[in-house]
């Protein structure tokens, strides 16, 4: 018989990344301290990262970032935890083993750039990080935990705002938007080489479904949620936000 539980939890106004380790599942009390089953917060406000059990909103752990960090995502990949130091004075990525809260490494990015949105890829091999403020994105190998870019998205400008990094399903493809630049870009993760790039005024988040046809955007500045086909690169508006 399944069971259901719903949980109530305060949360700091000031919460960015999130990320779920491991199945949503109702853990007996001796597994209740895994790091299955825990959904781990960034927050700006207290520069700090938190896990919480999933199933009853109890605190597993804080781990502390670096001084006056914003720590402003995170994503899980091959048992480690990806974290952005946006606003650290070097910027960088910080490694973290959610079992220990132990930072095993940063791996530092251009100074002046942001490491802002952090994604996997399908199965974790990848870790792409928008550098907002750049034309930048940084995609990190996690076998060697060492920076493939970072890759310049457009080497005529340096106006672009790189926001998300979300890698096809194959993980072959990475696709960014930049919303200084309105646009959508496709490029290879381990070169960099681009692919194509298309206008979308206002683009800033997106998501890829499974089959990789579609893309779904966010148009924030106007206020509307588009779909993309990814075959032939056209957009529409779907939804009013």
């Known amino acids: 018989m399944t069971q259901h539980r719903t949980v109530r939890a305060t949360f700091p106004a000031i919460l960015i990344g999130i990320v ?23 927050n700006r406000g207290t520069h700090t990262i938190r896990g919480f059990d999933a199933v009853t909103g109890a605190i597993v752990r ?15 990949a091959k048992g480690y935890l990806y974290v952005a130091e946006e606003f650290a004075t070097a910027p960088a990525v910080a490694i973290v083993d959610p079992e220990t ?35 930048l994105v940084a995609v990190i190998d996690t076998h060697t935990n060492q920076l493939l870019g970072p890759w310049d998205t457009n080497p005529q400008t340096t106006n672009g705002r790189i926001h998300a990094a979300v890698f096809s399903h194959d993980g072959r493809t990475l696709y960014l938007t930049s919303d200084a630049t309105n646009e959508v870009i496709a490029i290879d993760p381990y070169d960099g080489e681009l692919f194509w790039r298309m206008t979308v005024a206002g683009a800033h988040e997106l998501a890829v479904t499974h089959n990789g046809k579609i893309a779904y955007v966010t ?8 779909v993309i086909d990814l075959e032939d690169r056209t957009f529409e508006d779907v939804a009013t936000l």
């Open 20 to 42: 779920l380790i491991g199945s949503f599942v109702l853990a007996s009390d001796q597994n209740r301290n895994s790091v299955n089953g825990t959904i781990w917060v960034a």
């Open 101 to 135: 809260g132990q930072i095993v490494g940063r791996i530092f990015v251009p100074a002046g750039s942001r490491p802002h949105h952090v994604h996997a890829s399908n199965g974790g091999n990848l870790i792409g990080v928008g550098l907002f403020g750049t034309d």
């Open 219 to 226: 148009r924030r500045t106007a206020n509307r949620l588009a």
């Open 62 to 76: 804080t781990v502390a970032m670096a001084d006056n960090s914003q720590p402003g995502d995170l994503a899980y």
